[in-house]
């Protein structure tokens, strides 16, 4: 799940907007007619199965608005998140679980430069990571991970993984060019940062799905042996699937000699 977290008597929006339907390309939350329902629940230090007035959760639509009250310090919440197409019996669930530290912990978060957390392997990818420290707190380090152990994340990133936070806040940069991903993975990046001196630190995490080319079908000629400029050819493309559609057929052929014709 995704982890986010937040200091004491602050405010923060968690935004559900990016939300898409597979089957309607091109739109994304109410733009494509998804409803969201919103829950919070306690889960330390005791559990309770609504927030009450520890958390004040305040849901719009596609963003729910949280303010963590004098008396959350040091708690845990889950928020959860259902997302629904009144057209049909289709939901997607998704839960947060939301820290609310200290005014004197670290903060961070990610965000990618893909909304919906899914990628090409073609194409690059850009995590912008955001810390800010309280002002008891100078100077701290942080370094980028992926929880997938067969990547050398330092050799495939074009930015450094591990960087100094020299001001209360600082913006940090994962890069990873194209083609470096496997597609057909889904990886979780975490951004953590910690102040040695102080005893404190923070982490947090974002998953990027890297999408996979379409499923393998068949390739029909028929028929298979003819007289060129005398019998049609026919070439039919059948039982291709992806998870993103619509799909695109391009056809070709090659000469004996291996050029493209």
Known sequence: GIKKSMRVLTTIDIDASSSFDEDKYGLTGTNAGLEFSWGCSQINPVFNSNCGEVLNVTSMGSVLSVFA????AGSIFDIDLVVSDPSDDRVATSTITLSVLLDTSI????????????????????LTGSVSLP????????????DDGSIALGDIAASPLQLSILSSFSSVYLL???HELIGGSTLTFTLSCSATVFGVAAKSSMSIIVNSP????????SPLKGVELQDRFLFSAQRWTDADLPLFFQFEFMSISNSVV
């Open 69 to 72: 009250g004098p008396l959350s």
């Open 107 to 126: 903060i961070v978060s990610v965000a990618s430069n893909y909304p919906t957390g899914k990628m090409n392997p073609g194409q690059p990818l850009v």
């Open 135 to 146: 002002a008891v707190i100078s100077n701290a380090s942080a370094v980028w991970t992926v």
């Open 176 to 178: 990873i060019p194209p």
């Open 214 to 221: 379409p499923r393998p079908g068949q390739l029909e000629i």
